[in-house]
C-alpha cells in the first residue's frame, strides 16, 4: 500500500507540473517563464519519489498506476481548467486503463 500511495502522491505531483507546462506554453517566452521553471522543479523532485516506489512496487505495476492515475488525473484538470472536452473514446480508453489494474494487482 506504501507503493501505491507514493505513486498516487507522485502522479498528483506531475499533474501539477504538466498544468504549470500546459500554461507556460501559452506564454510568448515558454521556456524562461515562471512556470516553465515550476514545472521543471516539480518534475525534477519526483525523481526522488521514483526510487522509493520502485522498491514497494513491481516495474509493470509502476508504470500502470502511475500511467492510468495521471491520465484520469490530466482528463480531470483538462476538463475543469482548461475547458477542453472528453469525447466517448477518450473515456473509454480511461475506464480500460482502470481495468487494467485490476489486472495487475495482487
Known amino acids: ?6 505513486v498516487l502522491a507522485l502522479s498528483v505531483a506531475g499533474v501539477l507540473a504538466d498544468a504549470a507546462l500546459k500554461v507556460a506554453s501559452g506564454k510568448a517566452n515558454a521556456t524562461s517563464s515562471g512556470y516553465f521553471l515550476i514545472g ?6 519526483t525523481a526522488f519519489g521514483w526510487v522509493w516506489a520502485m522498491r514497494h512496487l513491481k516495474l509493470a505495476q509502476l508504470g500502470a498506476f502511475y500511467s492510468v492515475s495521471t491520465a484520469l488525473l490530466l482528463a480531470v484538470v483538462g476538463v475543469v481548467f482548461f475547458q477542453e472536452t472528453l469525447r466517448t473514446r477518450e473515456v473509454v480508453g480511461i475506464l480500460l486503463g482502470v481495468a487494467s489494474l ?3 494487482t495482487e
Open 40 to 45: 521543471a522543479f516539480i518534475y525534477a523532485l
Open 1 to 6: 500500500m506504501i507503493g501505491i500511495s507514493l
Open 102 to 104: 485490476v489486472l495487475l
